[in-house]
């Protein structure tokens, strides 16, 4: 169960850093993505993204959104992208030893 | 009130603790959230639904920040703060948390209180070595001197105890909550 809890955030914070790597994102982008794909409150997304902050992985700043105010965009730090390319190593290996235990029970 | 201004209003009222400029930065992101969501023509009902328990929202903002805070300075008010956050989220908590950390900050004080004795210990066998009769100058400031390296290396201990403590009961907290969150969505 506990593995499970730190499991379920790492993944979080796998996917956060995924969705900026290619371009900046805003808060409200991330936060229905993330909430649309795993069962977890549009509002819990935000905590995230603070953490995140918090922990340098991400720089914001605000930008003039078209016919709007401002909007924060999230940016990947140099630390984000190291750290989601460790997430990233980690979830691969992951996923490869868990892929050949399955393929190994469906063999015949 | 609009329903939008009902729950930021909540929001507001639950992070009253939350030092400026931190709330007014984190209420801004649901502020921008529902703009952004009403610009997109989504009623203000569904946005509130979709974010989820503005008092669940205010306490998983909180115990990310403290916790970090915690975590990175090793502060013992810092870790306290938190630990009343985290015992407000249930009594299941307040069992699991408070009685091992209680227990712990228990043998704690006892090391700082040995480490204390030592150098109590030093001064008065100093004292009685200068102007008691007890024993000689010499064995009353040898034992002061045996005394004051011992509690030396206590006292280093102790800080690293302490220290360690602190860190690991901010990670000991923040599982606890993600198990009592877990077990909630189960109910």
Redesign the interface.
Known sequence: ??L???FK?GVLDLCVLAMTAREDR???EL?VMI?GKF?I????V??????LT??EYFTTYLQESPG??P??YYRLSAEGRMKLEMLTEEWRTFTAAVNEWIEEGQRL | MSASRQYLATLEQELREVPEPLRREWLADYAEHFRIGIENGQPEEEICRELGDPLVIAKELKLNDRFEQAKTNGSFVQLVKAMLVGTSLGLFNLLFVLAPFLAISAVLLAVWAVVAALFAGALVAAWQGAFGEQYTGVAGFSIAFILIGAGMILLFAARLLTKGFVRGTARYLQANRNLLREGRRKA
Do not use: F, T
């Not at chain 1, 409150?41 to 819990?44: E, F, L, N, T, Y």
């Not at chain 1, 935000?46 to 953490?51: D, E, T």
């Open positions: 169960m506990r499970n809890v730190q955030k805003y808060g409200y936060a909430s069962d409150a549009v509002g819990s935000y905590p995230i993204l603070n953490r918090q922990e709007g105010p909007r924060k």
